[in-house]
DNA sequence: CTGCGACTTGAAGCGCGGTTCAAGTCAAGG
DNA sequence: CCTTGACTTGAACCGCGCTTCAAGTCGCAG
């Protein structure tokens, strides 16, 4: 029923190491324990996914955290969810146009090929100037 | 016609630390000094957004080095550009989940909103299980 | 000549996201 | 019983991307 911290580490990816320090960052609490090993519900499976995909996304362990435990009552939390989408939308933009620029590397003849004008266009503007 | 490293700091956006510390890593060099002081063309500018841009997309400063001497005839670069390009995909997919979840999370009920099998299947498969 | 302020250097420090280490504990197997 | 092997702990360490610090150097204003 419960599964030992090995097999959630197994499949997860993630090295029981990173799961302790989930722990002590309060993203995951093991849910009994083998002796001493931590056991955990099939849910933190789900969990961690989810952890690991706001990761990615290039969301801090902490902020994470207080994510997870979000209520629909948290006003506050929802408008900082709402900011992070608009946050995640710009970001796809943004490597939307780098794997277009990628993309066109792949074909492109400039020398070297970060100079090529169509190359540099598609990575958006130069901040102010 | 050369900018002084306090104006390209300023106009970039980074500390003039960072500016030494990309030239330790490579990433840029200074045309010239003024003194003591680095110089730069305005080129730097725009070298400096595309590190940016990559760097933000995740790419560490080191490969992002080795990307910026890219020449056409560098084949095996070129394969890793184009294996970056795959990845970038795959990341803009994910963050575009992430970015349905966020949106779905604004004007969801569920308590707590991270348990909401709607937010959740926005974020894709579970590794295996 | 005397500040002043913004730069220079190398080296140390920081926050993040973990991993690694030393020493200890447990369950199962022979 | 004793070993084996995977875990436990806290603490130290690591790589990355910078920042900060101490000590020194420059250009310029007064």
Known sequence: MLLDI??????????PSALRFYERKG??????????RRAYTPETLERLALIACARD???????IATFLGARPSDTELRER???????VSQRVDQL???????????????DPIVDCPEFKQALGRVPSG
Chains 1, 2 share one sequence.
């Open 27 to 36: 993203l995951i609490m093991a849910d009994g324990r083998n002796g001493l």
């Open 81 to 87: 969810m709402a900011a992070k989408e608009r946050e």
């Open 6 to 15: 090995g097999e959630v580490a197994q499949r997860s990816g993630l090295a």
């Open 57 to 63: 996304a290039g969301f801090a362990l902490a902020e």
């Open 96 to 110: 939307t146009r780098l794997r277009d620029s990628l993309r066109h590397a792949a074909v492109c003849t400039h």
